[in-house]
């Protein structure tokens, strides 16, 4: 089975400085991944994915995450954090063994200090 | 604007009623998603429909019930509603059913069941 594991509930940053957000996963087959953000009263919205191509995958806003196999891990990254950051953060597996799921993380929700 | 379109915004009915929440999905997606998120639960997948066929089943309740019209539009009808049943209810749509697809999804349904 798949399972997705975000390491933090929430991440305070102050403005400009780094953002991580830690995502481990856990897959049987060759995992698509992805990261999705929610800003308040609104909808999910894709940040990035990842599909058996590059390993560094670059994302809208800035982001980006590193597909690591050998340590089960897809963190997502931004070098200079923004006010407009802050937001939930959603890491997702998909399921592809054919029964057609994305797996949800708990997510993250990030705080961006002035 | 993700293209996908939930009606209503909000909802507020009591315990024992039944409620249906629509989803109009993206222009040319043939896939729709239900998700219901909750402060406790997270976001959880309920059911995924391709092109009319219920395609996979989630944490779905027997209460809970859903289908998707041949103009692509799906509906989720929840039954005997419990004060538990409260959440925002996510519909989300992509081209087809392979789970290394982006997801679009609408900005939700605000269930309030007192």
């Known amino acids: 089975a798949q399972s997705v594991t975000q390491l933090d509930s929430h991440v305070s940053v102050s403005e400009g400085t780094p953002v991580l957000l830690r995502c481990n996963y856990s897959s049987s087959y060759s995992p698509s991944l992805f990261w999705y953000v929610q800003h308040p009263n609104k909808g999910l919205q894709l940040l990035l994915k990842?599909?058996?191509?590059?390993?560094l995958v670059k994302g809208i806003n800035g982001f980006e995450a590193e597909f690591k196999k050998s340590e089960t891990s897809f963190h997502l990254t931004k070098p200079s954090a923004h006010m407009s950051d802050a937001a939930e953060y959603f890491c997702?597996?998909?399921?592809?063994?054919?029964?057609?799921?994305?797996?949800f993380g708990t997510g993250t929700r990030l705080k961006v200090l002035a | 604007d993700s293209g996908v379109t939930q009606t209503p915004k909000h909802l507020i009915t009591a315990t024992g009623q039944r409620v249906t929440l629509r989803c109009s999905p993206r222009?040319?997606?043939?896939?729709v998603y239900w998700y219901q998120q909750s402060l406790d639960q997270g976001l959880q997948f309920l059911i995924q429909?391709?092109?009319?066929?219920?395609?996979a089943k989630g944490n779905i309740l027997e209460r809970f019930s859903a289908q998707q019209f041949p103009d692509l539009h799906s509906e989720l009808n929840l039954s005997s509603l419990e004060l538990g049943d409260s959440a925002l209810y996510f519909c989300?749509?992509?081209?087809?059913?392979?789970?290394?697809?982006?997801?679009?999804f609408g900005s939700g349904t605000q269930l309030s069941v007192l």
């Open positions: 429909y391709y092109n009319g066929e219920e395609r």
């Open positions: 222009s040319g997606d043939l896939s």
């Open positions: 997702v597996v998909s399921d592809t063994s054919g029964t057609y799921k994305y797996i």
């Open positions: 989300a749509s992509s081209v087809d059913a392979a789970t290394n697809e982006k997801l679009f």
């Open positions: 990842y599909t058996s191509a590059a390993t």
